[in-house]
């Protein structure tokens, strides 16, 4: 009795993935998808910046009225592109621009790239990473010199 139950509900959830199936239309890669907005963020007051990993950074920033230094995260992804433009003057503090967008089909924006904008004389810091729930999976960045 009870495997007679067991072939029917069988039969009907195969019968159901039959039909239901072919409803399911697969996503478009997100780079074939049209833009529906652009727009940049500026981070002001860059101190320092950090790498994490290639894809992974930090930026410390300076408040210019109390002096206080924070640590804000750059928004990155695996395919972003990185770039380094020496164009501050060696009075001034460093920024970062994110540039964003958002294609047909996504909730959220996605930054497109992110362009460090450093002194002359400026060097990458390393910083430590963790691939967090894989036992052993962490340490620490040291850029070349």
């Keep these: 009795m009870h495997h007679i139950r067991f072939m ?12 239901c199936g072919g409803c399911y239309e697969r996503p478009q890669p997100r780079e074939s998808r049209t833009v529906l907005e652009e727009s940049e963020e500026e981070i002001p007051n860059v101190v320092q910046i950090f790498m994490h990993e290639t894809w992974s950074w930090s930026v410390m920033v300076r408040d210019p009225e109390t002096k206080v230094m924070t ?20 009075d001034q503090l460093m ?28 060097a990458v810091a390393g910083a430590g990473w963790s691939h ?6 962490h340490g620490m960045t040291v850029p070349m010199q």
């Design 8 to 19: 029917k509900f069988f039969l009907l959830c195969s019968v159901l993935s039959f039909f």
């Design 71 to 90: 640590l804000k995260r750059v928004p990155s992804e695996y395919d972003c592109p990185i770039r380094f433009i020496p164009d501050v003057p060696e």
């Design 95 to 122: 920024y970062v621009m994110v540039k964003w967008e958002k294609r047909v089909g996504d909730t959220y924006r996605y930054p497109r790239a992110v362009d460090f904008h450093v002194r002359a004389d400026f």
């Design 132 to 137: 967090y729930g894989k036992p052993n999976r």
